[in-house]
């Protein structure tokens, strides 16, 4: 193995901010264009020009059409989000991390002072056929297997509420899984407008209706759930980036 690459804030070499009105890059080499999403941005092609989505921005900055993303992010959702800058690279690295190969961690706050240190979330996964917004899933029988773990990192109390912070490790891939699983063990993620206490706070936010009770209720512009770090090893190369949260979400610890 030929040694790491590797990114965290405390280290200058391999960060850039070049490009900071796209977004921050915290790699790129040949193949690879390693970014911190930043919460707000939909990953996806809008019909609202390049701007408003990380694939549109990733074109933008590599001047081609090429790139792929390798992981995505829901909208709301900040941190790292891999590029391959060919579809050859695309093909290998999607291999890679649709399997167990890549390490992801997150961090999340959520509601309640979660119990124990530890938590293992295993529930399968299916469209909630019940609920009125058409992208919403929930925990189901006959659903796909999901597997969540989340450590507690620190326990507080703001405005007279509960918080937690989790390091969340997914050990599959499934559709708003940590979202989902972190609800259903009755600690949904601070900000959630789809599976916190009212999913209708998602159907007024996206006609662009929240109230301003709805504001105060969430307390943050996005939902309190940061992609903190990714490592795998790719071609005999090891690779390991991690990038902190955002100031929205940071505001919410002590």
Request: charged share 25%.
């Amino acid at each position: 193995m030929h040694g790491v690459r590797h990114y965290c804030p405390s280290v200058s070499s391999g960060y850039s901010d070049e490009v900071s009105d796209l977004f921050a890059v915290v790699h790129e080499d040949d193949d690879l264009l390693v970014v911190d999403k930043p919460a707000g941005l939909v990953c996806h092609p809008t019909k609202n020009g390049e701007m408003s989505s990380l694939i549109g921005r990733v074109r933008l900055h590599l001047g081609h059409g090429d790139g792929r993303l390798v992981n995505r992010l829901d909208r709301e959702t900040s941190g790292l989000v891999v590029i391959a800058k060919c579809v050859a690279v695309a093909g290998e690295l999607g291999r890679l991390f649709s399997g167990n190969a890549v390490q992801k961690t997150y961090w999340a706050v959520v509601d309640g002072h979660v119990g124990p240190d530890e938590l293992v979330m295993i529930g399968a996964l299916g469209n909630d056929d019940e609920s009125p917004v058409a992208i919403k899933a929930r925990v189901r029988a006959d659903g796909a297997e999901a597997e969540t773990r989340a450590r507690v990192l620190q326990r507080w109390a703001r405005d007279g509420q509960a918080l937690s912070l989790l390091e969340v490790t997914p050990r599959t891939g499934r559709k708003h899984q940590i979202r989902i699983h972190l609800a259903h063990a009755g600690h949904p993620i601070v900000g959630d407008k789809l599976y916190g206490e009212d999913e209708q706070r998602y159907l007024r936010f996206v006609v662009g209706a929240l109230t301003p009770e709805d504001v105060v209720a969430l307390r943050v512009t996005c939902h309190a759930l940061h992609a903190r770090r990714l490592a795998w090893t790719w071609r005999e190369q090891a690779f390991a980036f991690d990038v902190p949260p955002h100031a929205g979400f940071l505001s919410l610890l002590l």
